[in-house]
């Protein structure tokens, strides 16, 4: 199956600092690549994704890049600001079936 | 609201007991996902089915079960229930089985004492 490494498990970050989490994989035929935020008691809801065409996409203050060859995807959140504080999972299955141990950031105000 | 419901919303047993958990998926979603997620954990996969069949499984205790009916609704079966079993069972479709968005429910939270 596939194997999904998520880094870092903790993050904690100033508000207005960026942030940077990356989810490694090994499933070569991964063609889709999204990242999930789960707000305290709340649901996972999907944030930004990405397909293998492309190297990057942005939306607003979040963005995502993707290295193909290295099996590596990020998610780079600029500005960051007390709302950004949440659990964040990647999930580079094809089938949705495994995601990342998922990174826990917290912006300090 | 993801168009995902989950019903219960809170659950609470006694070891050894029995419990059935109902997801409605987005409407035209005919892939349906249960996961399991213990507190502070991550969403671990139990199974998928996609428009009435099982396309997917993942470590799904025997003791688990599942179903997806007709109507597109899906029914997670959870027996002989054990303290371990405490925790939150998310429901997700997507339009088809692979690729693309997952919409979540607001989850089961299940509490065996």
């Known amino acids: 199956g596939e194997n999904v490494e998520q880094h870092p498990s903790t993050l904690s970050v100033q508000e207005g600092d960026s942030a940077v989490i990356k989810c490694t994989y090994s499933?070569?035929?991964?063609?889709?690549f999204p990242w999930y935020k789960q707000e305290l008691g709340k649901r996972p809801q999907l944030i930004i994704d990405?397909?293998?065409?492309?190297g990057e996409k942005k939306d607003q203050r979040i963005a995502v890049t993707l290295n193909k060859t290295a099996k590596h995807f990020s998610l780079h959140i600029t500005e960051t600001q007390p709302e950004d504080s949440a659990v964040y999972f990647c999930?580079?299955?094809?089938?949705?079936?495994?995601f990342g141990s998922g990174t826990r950031l917290q912006v300090q105000p | 609201d993801s168009g995902v419901t989950q019903t219960p919303k809170h659950l609470i047993t006694a070891t050894g007991q029995r419990v059935t958990l109902r997801c409605s998926p987005r409407?035209?979603?005919?892939?349906v996902y249960w996961y399991q997620q213990s507190l502070d954990q991550g969403l671990q996969f139990l199974i998928q089915?996609?428009?009435?069949?099982?396309?997917a499984k993942g470590n799904i205790l025997e003791r688990f079960s599942a179903q997806q009916f007709p109507d597109l609704h899906s029914e997670l079966n959870l027996s002989s229930l054990e303290l371990g079993d405490s925790a939150l069972y998310f429901c997700?479709?997507?339009?088809?089985?692979?690729?693309?968005?997952?919409?979540f429910g607001e989850g089961s939270r299940l509490t065996v004492l």
């Open positions: 997700a479709s997507s339009l088809s089985s692979g690729q693309g968005e997952l919409f």
């Open positions: 499933d070569s035929a991964s063609n889709y």
């Open positions: 990405i397909r293998s065409n492309v």
């Open positions: 999930e580079p299955g094809r089938r949705a079936l495994t």
């Open positions: 409407s035209g979603d005919l892939s």
């Open positions: 089915y996609y428009n009435g069949e099982e396309r």
